[in-house]
């Protein structure tokens, strides 16, 4: 036999692995002495009280996520409505609602529209008259006996008034 004081027959991977094993064979044993003693026992009871809560606590979620997922408001919102068996009946429908929809939004834009023409011509119309009751005023003022009076004598033509009263002729 090799006689060699630096040679281990043992190398680094099988000291790992009789390390691993002995804490093992102690790990057992720690829970074998506590399961004698009844600690193990409590342990479990624990260890299941923690578990049926963690699953009624997931229950609850998945409840709450299918009770989301089937209000009408959600499967409108996400769009789901209408991946639905029944709703494959009703796409002519919904597309006469969108094409409603816009052509509503059209006629408003228009009506808008109309009514900022007419309330444009409606503020032309009160200038015209303004203009034309300012037109009014000096036809008027041109026309009066003072200014006629007034603008003979400036040329020179004299006014007089006739002697008789004026009759009426009327033509019944």
Not at 114 to 137: A, F, N
Not at 157 to 167: F, K, Q
Request: aromatic share 8%; hydrophobic share 35%; with cysteine.
């Amino acid at each position: 036999m090799y006689t060699d004081h630096e040679f281990d027959p043992i190398d680094p991977d099988e000291e790992a692995r009789r390390q691993e094993d002995e804490a093992f064979a102690r790990r057992v044993r720690r829970e074998v002495r506590r399961m004698e003693r009844g600690e193990a026992d409590d342990d479990l009871r624990a260890d299941e009280a923690l578990e049926a809560e963690e699953e009624a606590r997931r229950e609850t979620i998945r409840r709450k996520e299918r009770r989301r997922k089937a209000s009408t408001f959600w499967q409108i919102f996400s769009g789901t409505i209408l991946v639905r068996e029944g709703m494959s009946h009703s796409y002519p429908y919904l597309l006469t609602i969108a094409i409603m929809f816009l052509l509503n939004i059209s006629v408003v834009f228009m009506a808008l529209h109309t009514d900022m023409k007419y309330m444009r011509l409606e503020r032309e119309v009160q200038v015209l008259r303004e203009q034309s009751i300012r037109w009014q005023e000096r036809r008027f003022r041109c026309t009066t006996h003072s200014a006629v009076t007034e603008e003979l004598r400036r040329r020179g033509i004299e006014l007089y008034d006739p002697v008789a009263p004026s009759e009426i002729i009327d033509n019944r």
